[in-house]
């Protein structure tokens, strides 16, 4: 069948093929062109400006003075050989002007807008362009301050909106300093300056860390023989008081010089100042980093190529030029490629990181107060953990001191524990007890009565002599003791130099037992006594001394009466 025959097929594919590659060859023309068409010309000695993360340039001049407006997204991070530009509505034909951001707060529009002011071929002075419609328009009603002016810079004040137009000239006028407002559209205020006094090609930045405006070299007007200004000293307008003054540097202070690029952080903290030329044919590839707080400059690596007349921006704390011109009578035009220099790692790089946050950025801030009440904290919790242990060291020593000072109170009452009595019983087998257990009656009733006497063996010997009162018989007993020296005797027996003779009493202590032997009679003196002493039941309470000998009266009465009208002697322990 002729319609399945391979001639007819074949055709078919090669029309699908033909189609395929047609749309691809269609997407890659259509897509070139547009690519190309959002690349900016080189130029020179254009307006610049920042807002909202984005990078703006319009004018300048190649050949020709260009009336080309392209902006630079600095939100996202790109490549320095492929960067997202972006080709906007073309502005005013002109060269050596300014532009000023102007905040949606102050008249600017909906989302703000741009304040482009003078500049070679610049008719009207001022024109604006809206963001948000993006589309310009012609302030034609606006008196201007100048029929003429370039060479002049422009900075913006977030809080008020007003626009500070510094330096520049144009036609034997020199501007010293006019201010614009946005909001009533209208010049507020103009200080024109003489030819010695007058100031072009002037870098100016407004810093947000001071709320003041900062501006650097430039040269005298006009610049016929351009030279750049023998100072290096930075000069700061304030604009609540309405005063210059200067502000002294130190460190790597950047030389004199003009028709260099001057641009600001956004927090106000850094400032950056990039190539330019001192005057003639020498030019500057030289970058300075100015630390505001500490008034001190630092030189940067130097880039490859020198640079003058460019645009520039400071975003991310990352510095991005583009444009100017270098070489001969400064009119060799650069290429459309912007560069860029990390202030952080302080080095020229092939690409702009969005993401990259400085060492004093708000995230580093707030780290920095972060780090600052956990290192207090820290310090305060080590400060009250001293002090709870220095209080438990006082306190364990007040502890020892009090247990220290029960046992001295302890020992002072136990004392006589060194003082031993040695008692021995009726079959002559004997023991030493200390004296503080003398009261504890730690003897049974057998053992007790199986004791005939002791005698005190102490390192104080005076102890037994001194024969103190038994506390335990009151004053009415009339108990007088002997004397130390007197000695008593059994009759018919020898003399014991150890045991008078004593009577056995009848007490709550003690009680009557058999006649037992001197315990402590040696050889000889070995007879037997009457009526010696045996303890038994309940002693005194501590605290008794030694033990107490009652010995007989004048008159020896053996009746019981006698015997309890006496007093008695603690019975030795256990």
């Known amino acids: 069948m002729p319609s399945h025959s391979p001639s007819q097929k074949r055709p078919l594919g090669h029309r699908l093929a033909f189609l395929l590659s047609s749309t691809l060859a269609l997407s890659t023309i259509i897509s070139t062109p547009c690519a190309h068409a959002q690349a900016p010309v080189g130029s020179r000695r254009m307006g610049y400006a920042m807002m909202d993360d984005v990078f703006y340039i319009q004018g300048g001049f190649d050949t020709v003075t260009s009336s080309q407006f392209v902006s630079l997204d600095l939100s996202s991070s790109w490549s320095t050989s492929s960067p997202p530009w972006k080709k906007l509505q073309d502005g005013q034909a002109t060269t050596h002007l300014a532009i000023a951001p102007i905040s949606s707060a102050s008249n600017g529009g909906a989302k703000g807008s741009l304040l482009s002011i003078g500049g070679m071929g610049a008719n009207p002075f001022f024109s604006s362009y809206d963001v948000s419609t993006e589309s310009w328009q012609m302030l034609t009603t606006v008196k201007a301050p100048y029929t003429y002016l370039e060479g002049h810079s422009a900075v913006s004040d977030p809080h008020t909106g007003l626009v500070y137009i510094v330096g520049g000239y144009g036609n034997s006028t020199y501007n010293l300093l006019s201010v614009y407002d946005p909001k009533s559209k209208a010049l507020v205020s103009q200080a024109s300056a003489t030819a010695a006094t007058s100031l072009t090609d002037i870098g100016a930045v407004w810093l947000n860390s001071r709320n003041t405006i900062l501006t650097f070299g430039g040269t005298r007007a006009t610049p016929a023989t351009p030279q750049g200004l023998g100072s290096a000293e930075l000069n700061e307008y304030d604009p609540s008081s309405k005063t210059w003054s200067t502000m002294s540097t130190s460190g790597d202070v950047p030389p004199a010089r003009l028709d260099h690029c001057m641009v600001a952080s956004e927090d106000g903290s850094k400032v950056v100042v990039f190539g330019g030329t001192p005057g003639g044919d020498d030019f ?273 009465d053996d009746s019981q009466s006698d015997r309890t009208s006496k007093g008695y002697v603690p019975p030795p322990p256990m």
Request: net charge positive; hydrophobic share 30%; charged share 15%.
């Open 284 to 556: 500057f590839n030289t970058i300075y980093i100015l630390d505001v707080k500490s008034g001190k400059w630092k030189q940067g690596e130097s880039a490859v190529v020198s640079r003058t007349r460019m645009a520039c921006a400071l975003h991310s704390f990352q510095f991005i030029a583009w444009g100017g011109s270098s070489g001969g009578s400064r009119t060799t035009m650069l290429n459309n490629l912007p560069v860029v220099y990390n202030l952080n790692s302080n080095k020229w790089t092939d690409s702009y990181n969005a993401s990259e946050k400085g060492k004093d950025s708000s995230v580093a801030i707030i780290i920095g107060v972060v780090v600052a009440i956990v290192v207090i904290l820290v310090a305060v919790g080590l400060v009250l953990m001293k002090r709870r242990q220095k209080k438990r060291a006082q306190e364990a020593s007040n502890s020892d001191a009090m247990t220290a000072a029960a046992i001295s109170s302890r020992e002072n009452v136990l004392h006589e524990s060194n003082i031993k009595v040695a008692v021995e019983n009726h079959n002559g087998y004997g023991n030493d007890y200390p004296m503080n257990q003398m009261g504890h009656g730690g003897l049974g009733t057998e053992k007790q009565q199986g004791y005939g006497a002791a005698k005190i063996q102490t390192p104080q010997a005076a102890y037994h002599s001194q024969m103190e009162p038994n506390p335990f018989v009151s004053p009415a007993d009339d108990f007088v003791p002997p004397p130390p020296s007197v000695h008593y005797q059994t009759p018919g027996s020898p003399q014991s130099p150890y045991v008078p003779n004593y009577s056995t009493k009848s007490s709550p202590y003690y009680s009557t037992s058999s006649t037992r032997s001197d315990p402590f009679q040696q050889g000889l003196y070995s007879p037997a006594y009457s009526q010696t002493t045996t303890y038994y039941g309940q002693s005194p309470a501590p605290g008794a001394r030694s033990p107490q000998a009652i010995p007989e009266s004048a008159t020896h």
